[in-house]
Every structure is written in C-alpha cells, then in structure tokens.
C-alpha cells in the first residue's frame, strides 16, 4: 500500500512539474520569437501526431528510421528555404512591446534533434520496452563505475536516484510517459531550449521523477558560482565591446587593424542571430 501511493505521490508530482515547464516553456518562446513563436511549435505538434499514430501502426525498424529521417531532413530544408517566407506572414513588430529576440529559425536545428529524440525513445519503448529496460539494469549494475561510484557515495543504496546519465539514456520510460504534456515540457525545457547540450527524452523524464544524486551539494554550488562568474564576465565584456554596434555597422571594420579586428569578427559570429 505505501508503494503504491509513493508511486502515485511520484506520478503527480512529474505531471506537476511537466505543466509547469510545458507554462513557463510558452511563455519563454512566446517572449523570445516574437508572435511567430507558434510556428515551431505547430510544427513539433505535427511531428507528435504524426509518429504517435506512425508507432501505433507497428511499423518495422527499418521503415520508422527511413520515414523519421526523410520527415525531418525535408522539414530542415523546407525551414532552411522558405523559414523566411513564413516570418514574412507575421506583421512586423519591432517598434511594438511585443517585438522578436531571436529568430526560431536560429534554434530550430535544437528542435529537430528534440524531435529526433523523442521519436527514437517512443519507438523503443512501445516495441522493447521492457527488455530494454532490464538489460540496461543488468549492464549497469555489473560493468558502470559511475553508478558504482554514486551507490558507495550513498551508502550501497540501490534507487533510482543513484543511477547516471547514461542509464536514464538507456532506459526506456513507460509507454504512459510519452504523452503530449510531457513531449512540450521536453521540447521547450528552457535552459536547453536555445544552444542545448542535447538531452534524451528517456533522461529527462527520468530526471524529472527523481532527481540524480551525482552531484554533492558542495560541487553544485562551486558550479553555481563558475556559471555566475561566466555570466559577469560577458556582462562586463559586452559593456566595453559593442558587438551589435560593430555588427550595424559593418563599415566601421574597415578602419581597423588586423589584431582589433580579429576579436570582434569572432565575437560577432558568437553573438549572431
């Protein structure tokens, strides 16, 4: 009985977390693109209806790897060629509150891998589910030093809270995980939305069900003030290099030496988009 409302402590507790990330996730977007934002993610939308139905339909692996990567090489293109054309649709709002930061043709690449993702993990789960699962425990529980180390690190405990990255990865999700609330919170995760590091769909939904205790507290708050110290530094060199300035004005580059035009070509291609 207490496993069971653990579990379901835990199942209400995920789906909690998953509407507050698929909220803030819009909102973000909303903010960052401008009224175009839906764009995107009418086109993640289409690629979740289309593949829920294409795995429901028990299609070979071999036929779900070739219609997968077709449908998501021939939307690059189409959004490589013709994004523009779809921005165009949208009236222009730069003088406006609600004006766009950054174009979502910049960071749909992050999406498409998202997609790609979230796909190969739903197609996995819903055809060998199970045993996927058991072999990644058996595997890690055996040959993983990183899983080892963590589990001496708390005092043998075997949870899964004591597992590493790469098992989350391994480990498929129940087929009830690979829902739409939970494929929106994943596809807009805000601090991996624009520039990643790419992330399974499996890891994230393990992650968001229990936390991983690889980290000390001690080490996360050293990493914490790194993040904080990289953070004032491109504050304080953004006040002195006027990337954007010398980016309006490309002429200006012209005037310039070698050595001080170098760093701000390089610092103008980092800030682009």
């Not at 580059?253 to 070698?258: G, I, N, P, Q």
Request: with cysteine.
């Amino acid at each position: 009985m207490q496993l069971f409302e653990d579990g379901c402590e835990t199942i209400y507790r995920s789906r909690a977390l998953h509407i507050y990330q698929s909220v803030l996730g819009v909102c973000f977007v909303a903010f960052l693109h401008g009224p175009e934002f839906c764009v995107p993610l009418i086109l993640a939308l289409m690629n979740y209806g289309f593949f829920v139905f294409f795995v429901g339909s028990g299609v070979s692996y071999r036929v779900f790897m070739a219609v997968m990567w077709l449908s998501q090489l021939t939307l690059l293109f189409l959004v490589r060629f013709c994004g523009e054309k779809l921005m165009s649709v949208f009236p222009s709002t730069s003088d406006s509150m609600w004006s766009r930061k950054l174009r979502w043709t910049v960071v749909f690449n992050m999406y498409t891998l998202r997609m790609v993702a979230f796909n190969m993990d739903m197609y996995e789960a819903f055809r060998d589910g199970p045993a996927q699962r058991e072999r990644a425990v058996r595997k890690h529980d055996t040959n993983c030093l990183e899983c080892a180390q963590m589990r001496e690190a708390n005092r043998g405990e075997n949870s899964p809270t004591t597992r590493c990255y790469r098992f989350r990865t391994e480990s498929s999700c129940h087929p009830r995980e690979y829902n739409l609330l939970s494929y929106i919170a994943y596809m807009l995760y805000i601090p991996l939305y624009v520039a990643g590091p790419m992330s399974s769909f499996n890891a994230f939904a393990s992650h968001c069900h229990c936390t991983t205790v690889a980290m000390p507290r001690r080490q996360m708050v050293l990493y914490a003030l790194r993040v904080l110290t990289l953070y004032l530094t491109l504050i304080f060199m953004l006040h002195f290099t006027f990337v954007n300035a010398f980016r309006m004005r490309p002429e200006v580059f012209w005037e310039l030496s070698v050595f001080e035009s170098s760093p701000l070509l390089y610092y103008c291609l980092v800030f682009y988009g």
